[in-house]
């Protein structure tokens, strides 16, 4: 079976995971397009085929570098679809131009006999986002019904595919997220994550990581450090590491912390965490928070659980579902800053804390057990085998 994964330059951690999940049959053609600085990762895979689609350019470049870049970016996928013979099309992560990713490359795919696969991990991030639009749910709506078979995460998001799209329930299979298995690890001890970061061993310490932006909710952790307990606070340390998405709630969290009584126990660098040193940051925190606001599904999750490392998290989503609450980590029963310094307190005083090394030997294995790529693969490949029956 001849399969082609366009991945829209998204993210590179979901897509190794896939194509390491799929490359195990080794009687399929994988064919991976995607940015340029991805190609080596795919090298120790015989059946995976890279294709180069997009560049990643300095912020700086020019206008027209930038132009001719998506020029490219467009044209060499279209080419591979006019050229290549018919199999199977699995596309990701199709929101950087709507009106092409969600019309014209499905639509092309289909014509040339494709059988079009869509995961579909943000059911309609323009409204997760507050950007929704009539133009936005309109291409939405027919790159669902354009698409042969719809893959999402958790069945939340299949009832909401079918009540919002009217998305026929035979065409859509949930398929679970995986383990981050493509970060780096050297095999850092805890002790030695906090010394890089200059954490003393006593502190109990709290991450939050990935991408700043208004529904991940960083403001709500910021400000329950006011309402911790003083056993808690007086050896404490919050540690925020991650992009900036949005200007202006980056600039608004960078005036919480200076407006902060407690601004002295956190350490933030808000940027690109480059994959070396992401280690670091999961091997020195004692729990990661994500007191999101709204999200679908959320890959830190499963790169914390790749490092062992417990989750708190808000009752949304599908996070209850991916979790034993009590041994992988905690719900925040209400998203406010009072009931997650609660939570984050209860944490502190429970077992998972108090016997951490055996905690996160258990959420490694737990984890692999039931995140695994290869039980992924299979379950994706089979998705792909029932469009052909």
């Not at 109990?204 to 003083?230: A, Q, R, S, W």
């Not at 808000?314 to 579902?321: A, C, L, S, V, Y």
Request: hydrophobic share 40%; net charge positive.
């Amino acid at each position: 079976m001849k399969v082609s994964i366009f991945n829209g330059a998204g993210q590179v951690d979901y897509l190794y995971g896939l194509v390491s999940g799929l490359a195990q049959f080794k009687e399929d053609q994988i064919n991976v397009l995607d940015a340029d600085v991805t190609g080596d990762l795919f090298l120790q895979y015989p059946n995976v085929r890279y294709i180069p689609v997009f560049r990643f350019l300095p912020k700086n470049s020019s206008f027209f570098s930038k132009g001719l870049n998506i020029v490219r970016f467009y044209f060499r996928q279209i080419w591979y679809l006019l050229t290549s013979s018919p199999g199977i099309v699995h596309f990701q992560w199709l929101d950087r131009y709507k009106l092409i990713d969600r019309l014209i490359l499905p639509t092309i795919a289909r014509m040339m006999g494709n059988k079009v696969v869509l995961t579909v991990h943000n059911i309609n991030a323009g409204s997760r986002d507050n950007k929704d639009s009539k133009i936005n749910r309109l291409t939405l709506k027919y790159l669902y019904r354009i698409s042969n078979h719809l893959i999402v995460h958790t069945p939340l998001s299949k009832s909401e595919l079918i009540t919002e799209f009217g998305t026929q329930d035979s065409k859509i299979s949930v398929v679970r997220h995986g383990l981050n298995n493509r970060v780096s690890h050297k095999g850092l001890k805890p002790r030695e994550g906090r010394e890089l970061l200059g954490i003393r061993d006593n502190e109990k310490t709290v991450l939050f990581f990935g991408n700043i932006d208004h529904y991940k909710g960083l403001d709500i952790l910021i400000k329950c450090l006011d309402f911790l307990p003083d056993n808690i606070i007086d050896n404490f340390r919050l540690l925020i590491a991650g992009n900036s998405k949005d200007e202006n709630y980056t600039g608004k969290i960078l005036s919480d912390i200076s407006d902060s009584t407690h601004s002295q126990l956190i350490n933030y660098r808000i940027c690109y965490i480059p994959d070396e040193d992401v280690e670091q940051y999961f091997t020195a925190a004692d729990c990661i928070v994500l007191p999101y606001r709204k999200i679908y599904q959320s890959g830190v999750i499963f790169m914390a659980y790749t490092f062992g490392l417990p989750i708190i998290v808000t009752d949304i989503g599908n996070f209850k579902n991916d979790m034993l609450e009590g041994k992988t980590g905690m719900i925040i029963k209400e998203n406010t800053p009072e009931m997650l310094s609660k939570t984050i307190t209860d944490f502190f005083s429970s077992e998972m804390y108090l016997k951490l090394s055996e905690t996160r030997g258990f959420i490694k294995k737990w984890a692999i057990e039931n995140y695994g790529w290869e039980s992924i693969g299979k379950e994706t490949r089979n998705c792909y085998l029932k469009l052909f029956k």
